[in-house]
């Protein structure tokens, strides 16, 4: 049978470890229907970081990095679009990686978590569009996996939504937000409401044998552990603002301490090779966890994990606090109560599937002070947010697969099945 070709563009192994949850969980379903005849070609960012990272032999990585894609594989796809009817034209810009990639893929699986919001600005939003415009000049089709949109105020990112999204063959909403976004600017035939995909990332029985041991050799873990997953890019957020984001996290992971509650540090984003604070938690993690007074009660592993590691972790912690999203999404995929610091729509939307949506911060407000304020609120009504999450677990899953569910019918479509 013909092999089934997916390139996955805007997510990569290393750094985000939300961005490899989604690809985790999208490989995983997409090789449970195709099985042997699926290749995938990862689109990466962090080509010699993923390389050493990839858990499937059936991935090709593809170096992808935002100057190679804005100023050398878009043009060449703007005259692939324009001549690649003659053939000594065609071959030679076929020579390019990156088109010769989408060329000899059958569909393209955008999995960005976010993308064309105002608040990204216009450098996020024009590399967020050709992201998807190089494929569709080659003539491959674009479909979204599950993802936060809009709002789309700025003139420049409403135009450049206006003018893609409609020619995708898929977009997948990740909550009612989005949807309303979308809806607002006139698109909503292509549209499908669903849940994160990495809602049904696979547990991995090796890391949940290894964390269960670390946990059962160590009394820090017990059932009085807060999860705190501490975030860069709140960070540059707060500091914008003129708001000191790593005293606030020492200064709360002290009062916990003091209240009795032992802390384990997460970094939802690292990269262990680079100091860098884009897609890497790590430095701002190190900042505070140096800071606070009293370490026996703090546990921080200054190391890169795997999105399976992370979420053994958050498993193992009565709540989480977080500022990282797909760090929410763990806790809520482990029932764990989660309240969060974030700074967009796409958090509100994604707890409202839960009617949870009352436990959100905007970075804008935090102050030490506040935050202990919203948690002790917060843990007191620990017993009707479990409830909560019971509630609506299910539904919640079944949403997150229809992800596959909506891409595999339409690759079957494009490959002939």
Known sequence: MKEVVIAITAASYSGNKGAAAMLQSSIRQLYEKYGTRLKINLMSVYPEEDKEQIPWDFIRIVSCKPEQLLFIAFPLAVLYKVFHFLPPVKSLLLKNKILRAYYETDAVLDEAGISFVDSRGFVMNTYGFVCAAVPMLMGTPVL???QAMGTFHSFWNRFLAKWILP??????????????NLKGIGIEKNVKLCADGAFTMADDPYYLKQVEAEAQKDAFFNDKVVGLSISSVVRKKCDKLGIDYP????????????DGWNVLIIANGARIHSDKPRNNDLPVCDVVYESVKNKEMVRWYHKEMTAEEIRAY???????????FHAMIGALQQKVPVLLV?????YQEVLDF????????DFSDLTAESLQKEFEKFIQEEET??????EHYEEVMESSKKNIVYVSEIVDEIVGE
Do not use: P
Not at 354 to 361: D, K
Not at 385 to 390: E, N, P, S, T, V
């Open 144 to 146: 979204k996996y599950s």
């Open 167 to 180: 020619k995708m063959r898929l977009i997948c909403a990740r909550g009612k937000g989005t949807l309303d």
């Open 247 to 258: 005293k606030i996290m020492t200064d709360f992971i002290d009062r916990l301490n003091e």
């Open 314 to 324: 958050i498993g193992k912690c009565r709540f989480l606090v977080a500022s990282r």
């Open 342 to 346: 974030g700074w967009s729509h796409k």
């Open 354 to 361: 839960f009617e949870l949506g009352q436990y959100a911060i």
């Open 385 to 390: 947010i479990r409830g909560k999450l019971d």
